[in-house]
Every structure is written in C-alpha cells, then in structure tokens.
T-cell receptor, first 114, second 112 residues
Framework: AQTVTQSQPEMSVQEAETVTLSCTYDTSESDYYLFWYKQPPSRQMILVIRQEAYKQQNATENRFSVNFQKAAKSFSLKISDSQLGDAAMYFCALFLTSGSRLTFGEGTQLTVNP | DTAVSQTPKYLVTQMGNDKSIKCEQNLGHDTMYWYKQDSKKFLKIMFS???????INETVPNRFSPKSPDKAHLNLHINSLELGDSAVYFC???????????FGQGTRLTVV
C-alpha cells in the first residue's frame, strides 16, 4: 500500500522569504504522479503543482517549485518570495495510475508573518 | 462557471437523520470521488466512480451510499447519521490516469 508522510505539522516564514515543505512517500510502483495542494481557510482545495514520476526535471509554477528525488522518494515544495496569501494548509499527494485514487499526507500548516 | 460544485456547503442535522450531498462537474471528466476530511484535516478517500461504475469503496459504513446517475454527477446519501460522521466531505473529479483532481468547495456536515 502507498503512504505519504509530511513530517512538519506546522511551518512559518517571513513575508518575502523562502520556505521548503517536506514530503516523503512510499510505493513499489513506477508509474505515478505527485501533487501539492493548498487549502486556505476558505476550505477550497487548490492544486499548486504537479510532478510526473517519469520526468527527471523538477516542476516549477511561478514562485512554487519542487525538489523531486525519486530514489529517495522525496518530494519537497519550495515557496519563494512568500506572500501573505500563501498562508494555508499544504497537502502532498500521490496518485498511482493503477490505483485511481489520491493518497494524501497529513498536511503542513504554513503561517506567513508580515 | 464552477468546475466541481457540491451542495449544500453547510449541513447541520440531528443524530439519526438521513441526508444527501450532491455533486456535479462540468469538466467532462470520467472519474469522480468522495473524500472525507476529519477534524485533524486528514483527507481520506471514500468512494470512486469511473463512468458511473463504482471502482473504489473503502472501508466505509454501509450507511454511506454513493449514487452516480451519470458521468457528471455523484451524490452521497448518508443514513442514520452519527456524531462521528461530522466532517467535511469533498467531491472531486479527474480525467484519465493522470490523477489531477479538481475539488468542490466541500460540505461541512455537523451532526448534533
């Protein structure tokens, strides 16, 4: 069975600084996708970034980038130039193409200090 | 246009009642899901439908029954509600084997 672990229940960062959220996962399969979702206080689940396991290049979306280490099964999210609107719960998620389901980590609550 | 919409957003009801949550997606996706988010914010899949066929049914009490009348709709009916059913329920949809799920705004169910 697949698992996703986020070892940082809470993180904080100063506005305009950079923060990295950690995620590790475990699966024996080779065909999968990894995601970071953001859940602000509004409760809406918002996709931040996506990484295909077969791609070696790390995904980037504006201020958000990942460090995907396939051998180590690590998938961290870096947020550059943090903004107040980045404050939210961040979830790492794993999708196995064979399993048709997203498996989520426990989440990391990010606080952005002005 | 809301891509995945679920109603109601809030639901407060007494123990023992039966309630339904409705979900509709206009993205043309072939797979729809129900996820439950507990008080500790942990998200766990409950059900998954692909082209109206049930493909995932996690260890969910029989009191929960999903229904998919067509590819664009997935409803969740809950019988004999219990205090422990209080949670946020999310509907989501995705296309193909990519897994990129689009979520509804969630329904906060409170059982009193």
């Amino acid at each position: 069975a697949q698992t996703v672990t986020q070892s940082q229940p809470e993180m904080s960062v100063q506005e305009a600084e950079t923060v990295t959220l950690s995620c590790t996962y475990d699966t024996s399969e080779s065909d999968y996708y990894l995601f970071w979702y953001k859940q602000p206080p509004s409760r809406q689940m918002i996709l931040v970034i996506r990484q295909e396991a077969y791609k070696q290049q790390n995904a980037t979306e504006n201020r958000f980038s990942v460090n995907f280490q396939k051998a180590a099964k690590s998938f961290s999210l870096k947020i550059s130039d943090s903004q107040l609107g980045d404050a939210a719960m961040y979830f790492c998620a794993l999708f196995l193409t064979s399993g048709s389901r997203l498996t989520f980590g426990e989440g990391t609550q990010l606080t952005v200090n002005p | 246009d809301t891509a995945v919409s679920q109603t109601p957003k809030y639901l407060v009801t007494q123990m023992g009642n039966d309630k339904s949550i409705k979900c509709e997606q206009n993205l043309g996706h072939d797979t729809m899901y129900w996820y439950k988010q507990d008080s500790k914010k942990f998200l766990k899949i409950m059900f998954s439908y692909n082209n109206k066929e049930l493909i995932i049914n996690e260890t969910v009490p029989n009191r929960f029954s999903p229904k998919s009348p067509d590819k664009a709709h997935l409803n969740l009916h809950i019988n004999s509600l219990e205090l422990g059913d209080s949670a946020v329920y999310f509907c989501a949809s995705s296309q193909g084997a990519v897994g990129e799920a689009f979520f509804g705004q969630g329904t906060r169910l409170t059982v009193v």
